[in-house]
């Protein structure tokens, strides 16, 4: 199959039913198989890519790791140089009409007997394993697992009249609802609508790179590396001084502030050179805060792609701590974790009763959890290791040691004389931390979680994605975590001209008629509270159906 071959959607179905890694660009078909396991970002970034179409002929990243199987979109996360390197991947031109496939990894059939026998066959545009036209809850066939949102053909009839509610109608309805709300709230999901808007996208990311909002202007980490020497000094003085409190607080708020810094560098938003910003990323992320830069960008990559959607962002996947989607109210398979499957049980029925008390105290001690996940990710064995980013595993390794050496053994062990003192500095330092856990998921545990078909990718992050609003000085106490939505949207602008993107955001949406979404610090916190006894309320009740059937035989609840 050389260079020159035109190959037509149906030619791209076989591929990808045959297990090819089939990635468009510029109408440039790449089969990307034997790279897979050596993407920088990654191997999931690229099979759980969300298929949207999006600038194709940009030097910058406004969405993380655009590639996917039967990509519609382009690779416009990466450089001008890597996209040129691309062409090394390419097996032939598409050809004719093109609508975008639901990846493999996300519940994507792609099944060659059907199709065999035709030489043209009609390849619907969402192959799902349910009815092509509404979308799978937990990617389940009907009558397999647990059940699926759309089990009923119309669900309709259970919104409008009383009858009794098994639970498994009554979950199917809870999903339905949050469906209903969001396509009542944004624009029609019809390919004209979304095209438009998509349209306007492209016209601003136009805009955005006129302005100069991608260059970045490095005086402003002047005055932040001013910020983290202060607090590191501060630390250092009241530990030489036996203020064992103080001294941990000054150090935690350090992590808090510099970690902002690793998010720039995680998303190539300082030096846009991936040595350089891999090397800022780990220093800090790995060495001075002993977290993995690595597992920050391979989750970190998912969640930009696929956005508050149950079974593939890893960051609202925190059963049996917390659900914020009634999809967790029935045992979920992650697609990031490999198939894991997430599952309500006992203890999830108990812990979900109580998540908006326990949030924060959770979000208080949420440190500890990031230790576990950056060496579970560096010690499995698809953590990628080979190509250009062979050297970035020992190097996080070492930089990892090199953190407990200096923060366990010569802070805690050596300076601090008692192990009273110890497990109060250990306690401090990681308490210090907690805004930026609440900030990390303000922004989304409160938005929208369902999937809605054929919705293109601008307005999907501005529905999941909410902004904070605070005044321009308090902005280095948020390190941009407050302008989440912006950052969706254009990833690779760096923090300090995010403010300076808002007023175009909010034009954008004026236009368009989706739904800016921003609220205050205070407000937000309530909006995430609110969602999470939403969603106890609703667990429930399902108790209480299953308790209505064990009691009685009866099929549920009178809705």
Aim: hydrophobic share 40%; charged share 20%; aromatic share 12%.
């Amino acid at each position: 199959m050389g260079r020159s071959c035109l190959l037509t959607r149906s030619d791209i179905f076989a591929l990808i039913a045959a297990g090819g890694v089939i990635v468009i660009k510029d109408d440039a078909v790449l089969r990307l198989d034997g790279w897979l396991e050596k993407h920088p970002g990654g191997r999931l970034a690229i099979l759980h890519m969300k298929t949207d179409t999006l600038p194709d002929n940009t030097d910058e990243e406004e969405a993380e790791a655009e590639e996917e199987q039967g990509l519609g979109g382009d690779l416009s996360s990466h450089s001008a140089d890597t996209l040129k390197g691309m062409n090394r991947f390419r097996i032939g031109t598409l050809t004719g009409v093109w609508a975008n496939f639901v990846p493999p990894i996300q519940g994507g059939v792609f099944c060659l007997r059907e199709h065999e026998n035709d030489p043209n066959p009609r390849v619907p545009n969402k192959l799902m394993p349910s009815d092509p036209e509404k979308p799978a809850v937990n990617g389940n066939a009907p009558g397999g697992g647990a059940a699926p949102a759309w089990a009923e053909k119309e669900l309709s009839p259970l919104l409008a009249s009383e009858k009794m509610l098994s639970p498994d109608e009554y979950f199917s309805q809870a999903v339905q609802d949050d469906i209903n709300e969001s396509i009542q709230a944004y624009p029609s999901l019809d390919a004209a609508t979304q095209g438009a808007i998509t349209e306007k996208y492209q016209a601003l990311h136009e805009r955005v790179k006129r302005e100069g909002l991608y260059d970045c202007d490095y005086s402003r980490y002047g005055y932040e590396m001013l910020r983290y020497g202060a607090l590191f000094a501060g630390f250092v003085y009241f530990l030489r001084a036996g203020w064992w409190g103080t001294s941990a607080t000054f150090l935690g708020l350090f992590w808090q502030q510099i970690m902002f810094t690793a998010h720039d560098a995680g998303h190539r938003g300082i030096t846009h050179n991936f040595v350089l910003d891999t090397l800022i990323g780990i220093f800090i992320g790995d060495f001075c805060c002993g977290l993995s830069i690595g597992w920050w960008k391979s989750s970190h990559n998912v969640h930009h792609l696929v956005t508050n959607q149950p079974e593939h962002d890893p960051d609202i996947q925190n059963i049996p701590l917390f659900a914020t989607s009634p999809e967790f109210l029935r045992s979920l398979t992650s697609s990031y974790y490999n198939g894991f499957v997430f599952v309500y049980d006992a203890i999830a029925d108990f812990t979900l009763r109580f998540q908006s008390y326990t949030y924060y105290p959770i979000m208080a001690v949420a440190r500890f959890n990031l230790y576990f996940l950056s060496w579970a990710h560096l010690l499995k064995p698809h953590t990628p290791n080979m190509g250009r980013a062979f050297w970035t595993r020992p190097t996080e390794i070492a930089s990892i040691l090199g953190y407990f050496a200096w923060y366990g053994y010569l802070v805690v062990y050596l300076c601090i004389p008692t192990w009273q003192a110890r497990a109060l500095f250990i306690f401090v330092s990681h308490l210090a931390t907690m805004p930026l856990h609440i900030q990390i998921t303000l922004s989304h545990w409160g938005m929208p979680t369902c999937v809605l078909p054929g919705e293109c990718f601008a307005q999907h992050q501005l529905r999941t994605t909410m902004d904070v609003d605070c005044p321009a000085w308090l902005d280095f106490i948020h390190g941009g975590l407050q302008f989440q939505a912006v950052h969706h949207l254009f990833p690779r602008v760096p923090r300090h001209n995010l403010r300076a993107v808002q007023p175009y955001v909010r034009e954008f949406c004026r236009e368009t008629g989706i739904k800016y979404s921003i609220l205050g610090f205070t407000e937000g916190n309530q909006k995430v509270l609110g969602r999470l006894e939403e969603i106890t309320k609703q667990a429930l009740l399902m108790a209480k159906c299953q308790a209505h059937m064990a009691a009685t035989g009866e099929s549920g609840l009178l809705h």
